[in-house]
């Protein structure tokens, strides 16, 4: 089982910038592990948001693309670090982990719990 933990959500002006983290812990480490973000926002689907995969290569949806940038401190912490923020980015942001790797222990998708990202 893996445990993600969120932080840095909260309110900010638009234009103004947020860094969103995510911590996980308790999968096994010889398992490669993908982090990406979501977000929902009232009464709207959960999106992708962006990705850092296990070798560090990035991937955003088009709506955020130039303006975050997903990062990693190490294997197991990833950053999002979101600029340039607009109203339409509000909403509660999710971290997800995959676990990969040749292993049956390596694969399950886990989420966090959720940090709201405010905008006005």
């Known amino acids: 089982q893996v445990q993600l933990v969120e932080s840095g959500g909260g309110s900010v002006q638009a234009g103004g910038s947020l860094r969103l983290s995510c911590v996980a812990s308790?999968?096994?480490?010889?398992?490669?592990?993908?982090m990406s973000w979501y977000r929902q926002a009232p009464g709207a689907e959960r999106e992708f948001v962006a990705i850092?995969?296990?070798?560090?290569?990035t991937g955003y949806s088009e709506s955020v693309k130039g303006r975050f940038n997903a990062s990693k401190e190490n294997k197991n912490t990833s950053f999002l670090q979101m600029s340039g923020l607009k109203v339409e980015d509000a909403a509660v942001y999710f971290c997800?982990?995959?676990?990969?790797?040749?292993?049956?222990?390596?694969?399950?998708?886990?989420w966090g719990q959720g940090t709201q990202v405010t905008v006005s």
């Open positions: 850092i995969n296990g070798e560090g290569l």
């Open positions: 308790g999968g096994p480490n010889y398992c490669g592990l993908d």
């Open positions: 997800k982990a995959q676990l990969y790797g040749s292993a049956r222990a390596c694969m399950g998708d886990y």
